[in-house]
């Protein structure tokens, strides 16, 4: 099967997943469901992060402080829809072998469905980041940040454009920022020592 058609296969199968997740969740909020049963997975993901998070920064314990952002990278890719979960995941998939076609188009159908997804935002702002196309790349990270502030990978994925693009102070700032969430990255704190040593006049 050739790109083309096998992109074409995809979208149908696309536009049929979501079309019977939304049927089935027409019918499961049709169904009487008690008060006390009615928290969102989405608050609950949401308290999940807001512990992960303060842990996270408290963390003295490298082991830990790796096993504590996992967990925040599994809630970040976890919505309410497991056909957008999956194909997340795919598209991650896709682009690690780069096949960034794929990706772009599979990350494009999510986000136009989910468009609240921050992760889909965030994937699809790294493969346009790895295709060198920086400003697209920044407008999905502005995205990304509006839905999840405190999302560390995309601050990080600021910093690098803008480090590239030659605006040390904006890439700094960027990059502090996502030490803040995130105190545990040594690559950002390798990145702001090397900015410090170009910065530093001869």
């Known amino acids: 099967m050739t790109l083309r058609r096998g992109l074409i296969a995809l979208s149908a199968i696309l536009a049929f997943a979501f079309a019977a997740e939304a049927q089935t969740s027409h019918d499961q909020s049709s169904e009487a469901i008690p008060a006390v049963a009615r928290l969102k997975p989405a608050e609950i993901r949401s308290e999940q992060l807001d512990r992960l998070f303060a842990h996270l920064i408290k963390s003295q314990d490298p082991s830990e402080a ?6 925040i990278w599994s809630l970040w890719m976890t919505s309410d829809s497991p056909t957008a979960d999956a194909l997340l995941t795919q598209a991650t998939k ?6 960034t076609a794929a990706a772009l188009s599979i990350l494009d159908k999510v986000i136009t469905v989910h468009p609240d997804y921050a992760e889909a935002w965030n ?7 790895l295709l060198g196309r920086y400003n ?13 502030p405190r999302h560390f990978g995309a601050l ?3 910093g690098m454009i803008k480090r590239q693009q030659g605006d040390l102070a ?3 700032a960027a990059f502090e920022e996502a030490l803040s969430y995130n105190p545990h990255m040594e ?4 990145a702001l020592e090397e900015i410090e040593s170009e910065e530093r006049p001869i």
């Open 123 to 129: 994937k699809r702002a790294t493969v346009y980041f």
């Open 187 to 190: 690559s950002v704190k390798r």
């Open 94 to 99: 896709a682009s690690a072998v780069n096949e």
């Open 170 to 172: 904006a890439a700094r």
């Open 136 to 148: 697209d790349s920044l407008k999905d990270i502005d995205k990304v940040l509006e839905l999840e």
């Open 156 to 158: 990080s994925g600021r």
């Open 66 to 71: 790796q096993r504590i952002e996992q967990s």
